[in-house]
């Protein structure tokens, strides 16, 4: 399994907006046949920091996520600034 997590820092100013994309990109990237785990968190002590955990059964299924029609939305309706800045960490989930 493929883990994925991806740290936002969202404009404060626009964290309605935010709000409304990442629950349509929640919705249905939780729909995605290879995804297992789909989570936003919101920092308790900042408001405009959110964390997603994601969890997919392969790299092909990461792939998919990336190619799917609701993810080039996500990038479109979220490439004008609403991210203030972004960190990532994409690894093999191990079963030790």
């Not at 907006?17 to 789909?38: K, L, T």
């Not at 002590?45 to 997919?56: C, G």
């Not at 059964?57 to 996520?65: F, G, I, K, P, S």
């Not at 029609?69 to 960190?87: A, Y």
Request: net charge negative; with cysteine.
């Amino acid at each position: 399994m493929i883990s994925l997590l991806v740290t936002l820092e969202i404009d404060p100013a626009r964290i309605e907006h935010f709000m409304v994309c990442i629950r349509a990109q929640a919705v249905a990237s939780r729909r995605e046949p290879g995804c297992r785990r789909w989570e936003v968190s919101r920092k308790l002590d900042q408001e405009n920091i959110f964390t997603l955990a994601e969890l997919y059964d392969d790299t092909a299924a990461l792939q998919a996520h990336f190619d799917s029609p609701h993810f080039k939305d996500w990038v479109k309706n979220t490439s004008d600034g609403l991210i203030l800045s972004k960190t990532s960490v994409r690894g093999q989930v191990l079963d030790i």
